[in-house]
């Protein structure tokens, strides 16, 4: 599946709140209902958009597992794998960095059977060459 610049936008779009209505997505990317719907059952379609889902207060749903996973991505693959990562459940933030690894993820589950399940996902997207995954364990504030 080959998706366009209106696809990503779309997607960033109901990413930040996939309840928002077809006519302001519509309104802000500017183009018809129509299009819209047609982009949205594609997607559906061709299994892009997967399900949608409800995003929480940190702290209103402990979480019980929360892990870091550096990311190499080979070649210019970079668009393409932050898009597959912004749409994974499990990847709570992501973040762009320099060095070793390419990109930071926060990963939250609520189970090590469930976090092993996010990391099998994570690992098989195309375009990552290499992870590596520290688990948390204990947080220290400064003063």
Same mark, same amino acid.
């Given at each position: 599946?080959?998706? /366009?610049?209106?696809?990503?936008?779309?997607?960033?779009?109901?990413?930040?709140?996939?309840?928002?209505?077809?006519?302001?997505?519509? +309104?802000?990317?500017?183009?018809?209902?129509?299009?819209? *719907? *047609?982009?949205?059952?594609?997607?559906?379609?061709?299994?892009?958009?997967?399900?949608?889902?409800?995003?929480?207060?940190? /702290?209103?749903?402990?979480?019980?597992?929360?892990?870091?996973?550096?990311?190499?991505? /080979?070649?210019?693959?970079?668009?393409?794998?932050?898009?597959?990562?912004?749409?994974?459940?499990?990847?709570?933030?992501?973040?762009?960095? *320099?060095?070793?690894?390419?990109?930071?993820?926060?990963?939250?589950?609520?189970?090590?059977?469930?976090?092993?399940?996010?990391?099998?996902?994570?690992?098989?997207? +195309?375009?990552?060459?290499?992870?590596?995954?520290?688990?948390?364990? +204990?947080?220290?504030?400064?003063?």
């Amino acid at each position: 599946m080959r998706m /366009d610049d209106l696809d990503q936008r779309l997607l960033g779009l109901l990413r930040a709140n996939a309840r928002e209505s077809v006519a302001t997505l519509a +309104k802000r990317l500017n183009v018809s209902r129509g299009t819209i *719907n *047609n982009r949205i059952a594609r997607l559906e379609a061709e299994n892009v958009i997967v399900g949608y889902t409800v995003q929480l207060r940190p /702290d209103a749903q402990p979480v019980h597992i929360s892990a870091w996973m550096s990311i190499a991505i /080979d070649g210019n693959e970079t668009r393409r794998v932050i898009s597959m990562l912004l749409g994974e459940p499990g990847v709570a933030a992501l973040h762009d960095t *320099n060095g070793r690894w390419d990109l930071l993820a926060e990963l939250r589950a609520q189970s090590i059977a469930e976090m092993s399940e996010v990391l099998e996902r994570v690992r098989l997207i +195309k375009g990552i060459a290499a992870t590596e995954t520290s688990l948390h364990l +204990k947080s220290y504030k400064a003063g």
